[in-house]
């Protein structure tokens, strides 16, 4: 009995290993096993011969890296302009979305009257399913009968008639497609962060005369920096591996500018059957996006951890 | 406010002077509030509009509508089985976000409230799995579940729960994080006196640390039912007939029809289809938002 | 305390993993076929948007085989095209899946490579009646030093789109029958001041272009690839000028709208239905669908020819060239290997030589309006007009596209690599040399790839 007591005394110490252990043991079958399996998979030459018994699959050492390494392949140039591409995407969700965002929760963390309506209506973008919002771009894409080039043809802008769908124009659609309606990311977290900076700090701000603008760059941006580049991060992880839009937007073979690396992975494996350089592509993708995680931790920076 | 009391007159004089320059130029956040609000609605007032439309006015291109056509609605039920996939995605993102939250929980109180080797290392390495494109986990996660289906008789691709399994754990690193430092954010102090008290970790957490964190909780919920309900690869293998998800379900609008039936795309069915099952994702957003706006600030994001 | 806490504990454990087990287990039970239970056959098939009348036709394919064979229980699921590629690998790698499973003709090849599906035995074949099927529409089930895997259940040939009222209107007597005469006529029929063109082509289609170009080469007597599969040969002489000829349709001849370069083949056909585009060539017979639903249009306006066989330039078909009318396309049915027992597949030849039957096949055209690949189906009146006849001798006149494993990427990268270049033309970009340049690299593209398809 006596270690009883000695446990009840620390117990906070002692770690109760059980609340790890569903999400533990999820995480291990569902993502950790797949990995594994993407890692083996990615040093086969597993195509449709060997598809019915992938473990038979040739061994193919890192022949497959060897070719993305090499941009003068196939299968190394598609990868280097879908990567060049995923990361104009992912760059340009951020370079745009950011500003946006900012400015909105700065007008909406005014009062005013109305302004509950309105701080729902920004909301609005980011709540509508992409899988919706992607068809109702497509449409408003097409050419002749799309509002875009109708409200472009209306202004006799020099881009009216033009094809948005296909082509390097795609990728513009894409990035325009995607800021509308991942621009709110920013605004919620902006909005976020501005209601925990203290009013005080802006009533000494008033008290030294500062300006609007002044006031936002001395006062506001400081504090509400580290949410940002928080809420940037994530965006980056979330869109450099964002399927789901351009596949969408375009359907399942988009122009070749605009088909970012998770769907030219997913056209390499699923459409022509080459998994093994489409699971070698997957892992380089996955060690291309430590870079940002690095940085996520570091703004983190979760207490002790 | 009581600082303002405080002040001298002449302070208080410079104080209105520069709270007129804070709002002097109303006029320009109105117009940005106005532009950004006409940019937010614009696509979801053309979907109305499209929605409404007879077919024959949506191929024309004319800017305003050649009649009106309501059967569209109703219509969009039938080409498609919207409601039946509208309840399939509910069930599916509503158990996904309980179990993910759950078991997300868990794993966050460890990595945050307790001190064990490699700590950094599993919280860590916890992120970076979130780094590998879903794609390349599909295949994979499919061979499991047929082997396990083969092993044990069990009926699991096509069946709710498998496909949740697949969405609870595309979301729960992400979780994992936000809890992480939703619960560090609250002090030790307060779980040290539950126990005092005589708490199990079980009642800390559901007492003290849970009420705190409700708003990092939300936030939680809200990603992960957002995942759920976009996923469209996923449930492109892992649904049939009977669990088919309004995402997968919405695409066959625009896919040719199969056995000799390419099918136009009806692009006012298609917009009346979208807004219904935009709908619960809408509301359920909006509604929880509130939650969202302070769970970023209160734990999520702040120390 | 620490005792007390156990049963909660305990109770929290076994919640959790309540949860976890219930699932993991999900709902249903395994299917068995022994002894004196019913076979029970998963039948998955391909389906997207289509009318609720259609949808009935499957129902009533099962409810009538079911009463004929009374120990077979058959069960019908359905996927939209969009997830032919998810639905086919899974299957595949995981060896598990549907015991008939319905797919695009295009794809028999690459699925009899993967070798997972059952082979037919002469006596499989007996029993589902193959000799009463059109004999043209099973060429693409005989790949090369394998038994077939599977039996057509539609065929959907390729024809010329033409509206016979613009024809009329510009004192045309007939559809072109070579590729001549097809750009005399339709620079006719172009005036593209009223946004009327001569023909319509769909250059941002997955298929499109591919389809077009393999049917100008084989009737110039090219080859998009070597009769072994292991060569790509785009950039040669004869394939590059029928190439040629059909970006010339864009850049010279100017009888195709720069707008075609964004088409997929539904934009084409509505611009055929809407009167913007008097023909439209390599047609799929699924189009129909579309033209359905303007019955008059379909009736008095739209005629359905055999596409011109003589090459541009030329006044017959050159030596090796062949007089391909379009090549075979439609769906079919295939046995999947590792979920089917033998009992299974039994009932499977049972089920698709039934779905092939006269009966369910002149239902299955009027439910869908695909063609018929049994032969007997065609005595019925309704399939007797000249629109159909037609249909049916275009059938006999086609040809299987390269029964090679390779042949699945061979529309991914071409069509992509020349969709830029139809992109380049409408946008007045296009350099000379530039066409050469990009055949070459899609045959190194292709050659890498089919390269990678060593065979075990």
């Known amino acids: ?102 400015v909105a929760a700065l007008a909406m963390n005014r009062p005013f009257r109305g302004r509950a309506w309105f701080r729902i209506l920004f909301l609005i973008p980011y709540a509508i399913p992409i899988f919706v919002s992607g068809l109702v771009w497509r449409f408003m894409l097409l050419q002749r009968i799309g509002l875009v080039d109708r409200l472009l043809g209306l202004i006799y802008a020099p881009w009216a008639h033009v094809f948005w769908l296909i082509g390097p124009n795609a990728l513009i659609s894409l990035i325009a497609a995607n800021t509308w309606s991942s621009w709110p990311f920013f605004y919620l977290f902006t909005l976020s962060a501005l209601q925990s900076v203290p009013g005080e700090i802006y009533d000494a701000a008033d008290i030294d005369g500062s300006s609007g603008n002044k006031t936002f760059f001395a006062v506001t941006l400081p504090l509400i920096v580290r949410s940002l580049v928080i809420a940037g991060t994530l965006s980056f992880i979330y869109h450099f591996n964002n399927f789901t839009t351009p596949y969408v937007l375009f359907g399942t073979t988009p122009s070749p500018s605009a088909d970012t690396l998770p769907l030219n992975i997913y056209l390499f494996g699923f459409s022509q059957m080459q998994f093994g350089a489409a699971t070698a592509m997957s892992i380089l993708s996955m060690i291309i996006l430590a870079a940002p995680m690095a940085f996520y931790l570091r703004a983190v920076r979760v207490r002790e951890l | 406010m009581k600082t303002t009391m405080a002040l001298s007159t002449t302070a208080q004089k410079r104080l209105a002077r520069s709270r007129k320059i804070k709002r002097g130029h109303p006029w320009a956040w109105a117009g940005i509030t106005a532009l950004l609000s006409v940019i937010s609605l614009i696509p979801i007032l053309e979907m109305v509009v499209v929605s409404l439309e007879p077919m024959s006015s949506v191929e024309s291109g004319s800017w305003l509508p050649q009649g009106w056509d309501w059967s569209n609605y109703g219509q969009a039920f039938h080409t498609v089985r919207l409601f039946a996939y509208t309840i399939h995605s509910l069930i599916v993102s509503v158990s996904s976000v309980i179990i993910t939250v759950i078991v997300a929980v868990g794993v966050a109180y460890i990595l945050a409230r307790f001190h064990f080797r490699y700590r950094s290392v599993l919280a860590a390495a916890i992120l970076v799995t979130q780094m590998i494109p879903a794609v390349a986990l599909l295949l994979p996660i499919y061979i499991l579940y047929a082997n396990v289906q083969t092993l044990t008789g069990l009926h699991l691709i096509g069946s709710f729960p498998a496909l949740i399994m697949a969405e609870v754990s595309i979301a729960t690193p992400l979780a994992v994080w936000l809890l992480i430092s939703g619960l560090a954010a609250i002090p030790r102090e307060m779980d040290e006196a539950a126990f005092v008290d005589g708490a199990t970790h079980l009642g800390v957490l559901w007492r003290v640390l849970l009420p705190i964190a409700l708003p990092t909780l939300a936030a939680v919920g809200i990603f992960s039912f957002l995942s759920a309900w976009n996923d469209i690869l996923f449930a492109s293998v892992l649904t049939d007939h009977a669990t088919r998800t309004l995402a997968i379900g919405l695409q066959e609008y625009v896919s040719p029809g199969g056995s000799g039936s390419s099918g136009l795309v009806l692009w006012n069915q298609l917009m009346a289809g979208a807004l219904m099952s935009a709908a619960p994702a809408v509301a359920f957003f909006l509604g929880a938002q509130r939650f969202l706006v302070r769970g970023l600030s209160s734990g999520a994001v702040s120390k | 305390m620490t005792y007390l806490q156990y049963p909660k504990r305990t109770l ?16 249903g039970s395994p299917s068995t076929a022994t002894g004196h239970q019913p076979v029970v ?27 004929r064979y009374p120990h077979i229980q058959v069960k019908l699921a359905t996927y939209p095209a969009t997830s032919t590629s998810t639905t086919l690998d899974t299957m595949i790698a995981s060896h598990h899946g549907p015991n008939v499973f319905e797919i695009g003709t295009t794809f028999i090849p690459t699925l009899t490579a993967s070798r997972a599906f059952v082979p037919w035995s002469r006596a499989m074949l007996q029993t589902a009646h193959t000799q009463e099927l059109v004999p043209a529409s099973t060429r693409m089930d005989y790949v090369p030093g394998h038994r077939p895997i599977g039996l057509p259940d539609s065929a959907e040939p390729f024809v010329l789109w033409y509206n016979k009222a613009m024809f009329r209107a510009a004192h045309i007597a007939h559809p072109p029958t070579t590729w001549g005469e ?25 298929f499109y272009s591919m389809h077009i170009t393999w049917l100008l080469s084989r009737q110039m007597g090219g080859a998009v690839i070597n009769a072994r599969g292991t060569q790509a040969q785009f950039a040669s002489l004869k394939v590059a000028t029928t190439i040629r000829f059909y ?88 046995i999947f290997k590792y979920s089917s027992s033998s009992a299974q597949v039994a009932a499977a030849t049972k089920w698709i030589g039934y779905y092939d039957s006269p009966s369910v096949q002149y239902q299955m055209w009027k439910a869908y309006g695909a063609l018929p690949v049994n032969q007997q189906a065609y005595t019925k009146t309704a399939l007797s007009t000249p629109l159909w006849k037609s249909f049916e001798t275009i059938e006999t006149h086609s040809y299987p596209t390269p029964r090679v494993p390779g042949w699945l990427t061979m529309p991914t990268v071409y069509d992509k690599n020349l969709a830029t270049v139809f992109d380049d033309i409408a946008l007045h970009k296009y350099s000379p040399g530039q066409l050469t340049r990009t055949l070459r690299s899609v045959d190194s593209q292709i050659n890498t790839s089919i390269a990678g398809l060593k065979t075990p």
């Open chain 1, 1 to 102: 009995m006596q270690w009883r007591t000695t446990l009840f005394v620390q117990k906070p110490h002692r770690i109760p290993w059980w609340l790890f252990v569903p999400g533990g043991l999820i995480m291990t079958v569902f993502i950790v096993w797949p990995i594994l399996v993407s890692l083996y998979t990615s040093l086969t030459n597993l195509n449709v011969f060997f598809l019915a018994n992938w473990m038979t699959a040739p061994f193919a050492g890192f022949a497959n890296y060897a070719q993305i390494f090499n941009p003068v392949t196939p299968v190394g140039h598609s990868f280097w302009l879908s990567l060049g591409e995923a990361l104009t995407f992912t760059f340009s969700a951020i370079v745009l979305g950011l500003p946006l965002g900012v």
């Open chain 3, 12 to 27: 929290c454990v076994s919640m959790m993993s309540a949860t976890l087990l219930a699932t993991i287990a999900g709902c």
């Open chain 3, 247 to 334: 970006l010339d349709m864009l850049k010279t001849f100017h009888v195709v709208s720069p707008a075609d370069v964004q088409y997929t083949e539904q934009d084409m056909i509505s611009a055929f239905m809407q009167g913007k585009a008097a023909m439209v060539p390599v047609g799929g017979l699924y189009d129909l669908s579309q033209l359905n639903s303007n019955p008059e249009f379909l009736k008095h306006d739209v005629g359905a020819a055999p596409n011109p066989i003589v090459p541009y330039g030329l006044s017959h078909v050159p030596k090796g060239g062949v007089k391909a009318e379009s090549f075979i396309s439609g769906q079919e049915q295939v």
């Open chain 3, 41 to 67: 056959l998963h039948v998955l098939m391909e389906q997207g948007n289509v009318p609720p009348v259609t949808q009935k036709f499957l129902a009533t394919v099962k409810k009538e085989f079911e009463a």
């Open chain 3, 182 to 206: 097809f750009i005399a006529d339709a620079k006719k029929l172009t005036h593209p001041s009223r946004g009327v063109w001569g023909a319509a082509i769909a250059p941002a289609d997955p």
